[in-house]
């Protein structure tokens, strides 16, 4: 094995990248062939999105159906590995349409950035005098960014609080803006360091992190959904629950995610598998996603379910979530990438909101979709029969063959490589 000490590796060009990287990891011509083929992204337009690339990694791009969301019908475009996940939502977002589909609604997009104050002499005095000149602060941070004052954005607020750490007092200051359409990173932390070297004067410490946070709670949304018995009922296709069962079953399976964080944590797992296949599809920070949500869930003081689930008056089950989505239609890879622009095209939005709220609803239907499966059949036998179609390929099958060979390890609940390799032969001998 070589070193993987190199100097201006990305200083080099595409081809003497490859050439390094082959005999580091003793690549073969065709490995190399398939790195060279950047799919709908050039490399050119990679390599200015981030640094060193060789390649790209493409994930299957799937469409969910069914999806109705405020009252628009829309395809939604999911970027993902996972098998069911699609499927899933398509399925719940059906079930949900006899009641009209889904209600979603976003509040306004205000991110939060902050500054860390260190070495205070009095910290009660340095959030006072922060407060008091929290106007002059305001402007000051909106001097950083016009175009988002101009379109309505900008910093609306100041808040500050002292903490007590091991390394002594500290003063978090929040930054509060309104970043319209973009997720808001840049603008959030450029305004943070414009407003830092003031707050050290009125503080009489010194900044340290001047960042936004992730935990978006002044950025969130709400979707609900009503899930009708009849529409539960007539999902199965072998009739062996009546629609009240099934929804006795679901609220069992909440209620567990509700009061237990083993269970809430791949509940809300499943939430993500939704919501973060459609943010990947549309150039999303999927990652600040995910750690807003799972410190969302955790704000109460214990980690519990992002979703929620009842009854109506006519024993109906009602799904909600809340949860923060922050998301953006200016900048990043929604900008860059070419088909996280086809993606959002599809989507039919206009809006940070919009895109938010379809979000929220898919997190939302791919969670029910999760539940029923769970307190019902067992999630295996939906998620095997699509699974055993990957292990199939990887066994060798192709064409019909694959659909074959699924279909029969999904049967037995065989679902192994060798067991596909074995019904491979057998094909092959027929």
Known sequence: MGSSEISGFYKKSLEERLSIVREFAKLDEAEIELLKKFGAMDFETANRMVENVVSTQQLPLGIATNFRVNGKDCLVPMALEEPSVVAAASKAAGIAREKGGFSAEATPPIMVGQVQLVHLKEAKRAVKEIERNAGRLVDLANQADPV??????????????AIETKRGKMVIVHLLVDVKDAMGANAVNTMCETIAPELEKLSGGEARLRIISNLAVYRTVKAKATFSKKALEESFKEGALKGEEIIEHILDAYHFAANDAFRACTHNKGIMNGIDAVAIATGQDFRALEAGAHAFASLKGKYTALTSYSKDREGNLVGEIEMPIAVGLVGGAVKTSPVAKIAVKILGIKTASELAEIMAAVGLAQN??????LATEGIQKGHMRLHAKNIAVMAGAKGKEIDEIAE????ERNVRVDRAKELLKEFGEK
Do not use: Y
């Open 368 to 373: 029910f979709a999760a539940l029923r499966a």
């Open 408 to 411: 029969k390890m999904a049967s």
């Open 148 to 161: 988002l004052v101009k379109f309505g954005g900008g910093a609306k607020k100041i808040e500050s609080r």
